[in-house]
């Protein structure tokens, strides 16, 4: 299974990007995708998931109310949208994919991890 984000870039303080993540095959018909994020020299931290059977979504607490996760299940993707961005959100960025959304946030027992796609906000 591979899972392919995009939409990573340079943005200024304020800007927004949209980061997206197909997987490359179906993997169960109802899954928890999550988004993290690391930056150098930091340990790695959940920002967001959603649980593509109903929809629910869990934020961290450093990205609620500026980045928002949603689906397209039609497409196998999950979207981020990132809003007033600050240096502080500079990171890669990675999805993965688990069964449930138990401890959505936590990447220790997520399966299937994408490549990265690199944050900059200046």
């Known amino acids: 299974v591979q899972l392919v984000e995009s939409g990573g870039g340079s943005v200024q303080a304020g800007g927004s990007l949209r980061l997206s993540c197909t997987t490359s095959q179906y993997i169960y018909s109802a899954y928890c995708m999550g988004w993290f994020r690391q930056a150098p020299g930091k340990e790695r931290e959940g920002i967001a998931a959603i649980y593509t059977g109903g929809g629910s979504t869990y934020y961290a607490d450093s990205v609620e109310g500026r980045f928002t996760i949603s689906q397209d299940n039609a497409k196998n993707a999950v979207y981020l949208q990132m809003n007033s961005l600050v240096p502080e959100d500079t990171a890669m960025y990675y999805c993965?994919?688990?069964?449930?959304?138990?401890?959505?946030?936590?990447?220790?027992?997520?399966?299937?991890w994408g490549q990265g796609t690199q944050v900059t906000v200046s």
């Open positions: 993965a994919v688990k069964s449930f959304c138990l401890g959505a946030l936590d990447g220790r027992e997520y399966a299937y």
